[in-house]
Structure formats: C-alpha cells, structure tokens
T-cell receptor, first 112, second 114 residues
Framework: DAKTTQPPSMDCAEGRAANLPCNHS???????VYWYRQIHSQGPQYIIH???NNETNEMASLIITEDRKSSTLILPHATLRDTAVYYC?????????????FGQGTTLQVKP | DTAVSQTPKYLVTQMGNDKSIKCEQN?????MYWYKQDSKKFLKIMFS???????INETVPNRFSPKSPDKAHLNLHINSLELGDSAVYFC?????????????FGDGTRLSIL
C-alpha cells in the first residue's frame, strides 16, 4: 500500500503557482520523497526528490516540513501542459530493490 | 533518442493467445522493471531485474514470464491471455549503484484482450 496521502484533484489557473500537498506521516529516516507525474497516455515522468532539505530544479520546487511528515510540490508558473496526475512516493533509496509504490495521486487541471 | 522504448505500443488480441512485449533502454542502467496500470489507473510493480537476475516478483500469475537477455532488455511474455490482463504495461529502468536516482519509464504498451 502507498504510504502517502494526496488530495484526489486540484485546479490551478494558468500562469499561477500550483501547490500540491502530500502527507507521509509514517516516513522513515532513510526514506526519500519522490514526485512523478503522468500526462495522459504517457509513462510516469520523474519531477524531483528530496530527503529533508528543500530542493529545486528546472521543473519544480519541493518543500519538506521539518518533521518530514508532509511535503509540497510547487510548480511556479503552471501551464496547460502541466495538466497531469501527480504522484508523491516515499521509498528507501536501497539500490536494486527500489520499487515505486504508486498511490492514487492528485489530478491537477490547469485552466486557461 | 528514446531512453526507454517499448514495442508494440498497442496490442489487441484474443483471449487464450500468447503474446510478448519488448523493452529496451539505452541509458546504461542495470535494473529494469515492469509495472501494470489497470483500468482504474492504479500503477503496480510486477517484476524487477538487476543484471539479468530477477529480484522482485510481486505475486504475479506464472502466466507472466519476464526474460532479460542482457542488461539493456527486459521482455514480458504472457501465456493464455485473460480478459483481466487488459491494461497498460510500463517498462522502467534505473541504476542500482545510484540508489536515490529516479526510474525512467517508457510510454507503455496498451494491451486489449477481446
């Protein structure tokens, strides 16, 4: 079973920031938080991951609370192409057994 | 160039047939995976291979037999196809010695059983 909880759906206006929350209250000290997204008819696409520090890359920012029990993915300027299902996943970075356990994710609809 | 490629993209066949799906990655990864996404859109791990060795088998029926001829390929053969096998099958790959690096996914094979 997935170890994360996400809202099933969210809307965001084009050009505004999209903030997607995720609860992972049972996260262990050696587990990372990963975010993937799945655009319709495509395979899951990696976005970002982090352990305890906030992270930023060219796609998004990841804010992890100090107790690590929740995190927020931020898409700073959402576009229509960001409409997708966003998955928050926690997993141990354990090398060759690192399977991903997907939950239901959050369906983000970016509206003009 | 596509990093993780799957063939075919669409597969329509009749119940009881045997079919194979192929996956190839050109990322130099040593670990490959098969995931299944059912009609309710849940993505679940099926198998994982590391250096051609099976390391994850998530209680998948033995009608499903993965085969890894080398580190860059992981094929999935399915015998005696059933209606419930209709789904999208995704292949993925990663590095085992870079444990916190992401998995890269193909665009899926859409299997429809008539």
């Amino acid at each position: 079973d997935a170890k994360t909880t996400q809202p099933p759906s969210m809307d965001c206006a084009e050009g505004r920031a999209a903030n997607l929350p995720c609860n992972h209250s049972t996260i262990s000290g050696n587990e990372y938080v990963y975010w993937y997204r799945q655009i319709h008819s495509q395979g899951p696409q990696y976005i970002i991951h982090g352990l305890k520090n906030n992270e930023t890359n060219e796609m998004a920012s990841l804010i992890i609370t100090e107790d690590r029990k929740s995190s927020t993915l931020i898409l700073p300027h959402a576009t229509l192409r960001d409409t997708a299902v966003y998955y928050c996943i926690v997993r141990v970075a354990s090398g060759n057994t690192g399977k991903l356990i997907f939950g239901q994710g959050t369906t983000l609809q970016v509206k003009p | 160039d596509t990093a993780v490629s799957q063939t075919p993209k669409y597969l329509v066949t009749q119940m009881g047939n045997d079919k194979s799906i192929k996956c190839e990655q050109n990322l130099g990864h040593d670990t490959m995976y098969w995931y299944k996404q059912d009609s309710k859109k849940f993505l679940k791990i099926m198998f994982s291979y590391n250096n051609k060795e099976l390391i994850i088998n998530e209680t998948v029926p033995n009608r499903f037999s993965p085969k890894s001829p080398d580190k860059a390929h992981l094929n999935l053969h399915i015998n005696s196809l059933e209606l419930g096998d209709s789904a999208v099958y995704f292949c993925a790959s990663s590095h085992s010695d870079r444990p916190n690096q992401p998995q890269h996914f193909g665009d899926g094979t859409r299997l429809s059983i008539l």
